[in-house]
């Protein structure tokens, strides 16, 4: 299963970008279960946990560094996984990867990179001061 993120690019501090992730070969249908989760990782950092949701029990869990700001959300009638980015400002510019696990964990617990089974190819968030 490949993932695919899309939507990134170039925008001023204060706007926004919807990223999404979406499999390919297969749909998140396929699996009984699964939890997607958003990456990102800045020039010279380390990857970090961004956003996580699963689709059975609807947990969500944020980075403090986006709480307030960005909003995961599943789109079940087209299969996707959404990140809405608002009120960006430089310091979220990044590749951003999409992840999803179909072993757990869905109970919000989902910053553990290992758990991710899939990972998408990233989309660049470039935040303009």
């Known amino acids: 299963v490949q993932l695919q993120a899309s939507g990134g690019g170039l925008v001023q501090a204060g706007g926004s970008l919807r990223l999404s992730c979406e499999p390919s070969?297969?749909?998140?249908?396929?699996?009984?279960?699964?939890?997607v989760g958003w990456f990102r990782q800045a020039p010279g950092k380390e990857r970090e946990f961004v956003a996580g949701?699963?689709?059975?029990?609807?947990?969500?869990s944020y980075a403090d560094s986006v709480k307030g700001r960005f909003i995961i959300s599943t789109d079940a009638s087209k299969s996707t996984v959404n990140l809405q980015m608002n009120r960006l400002n430089p310091e979220d510019t990044a590749v951003y990867y999409c992840?999803?696990?179909?072993?757990?964990?869905?109970?919000?617990?989902?910053?553990?990179?290992?758990?991710?089974?899939?990972w998408g190819q990233g989309t660049q968030v470039t935040v303009s001061s």
């Open positions: 949701i699963s689709r059975s029990t609807r947990a969500l």
């Open positions: 992840a999803a696990t179909a072993r757990g964990p869905y109970n919000g617990n989902y910053e553990r990179m290992a758990d991710y089974q899939y």
């Open positions: 070969g297969l749909t998140f249908r396929t699996f009984s279960d699964y939890a």
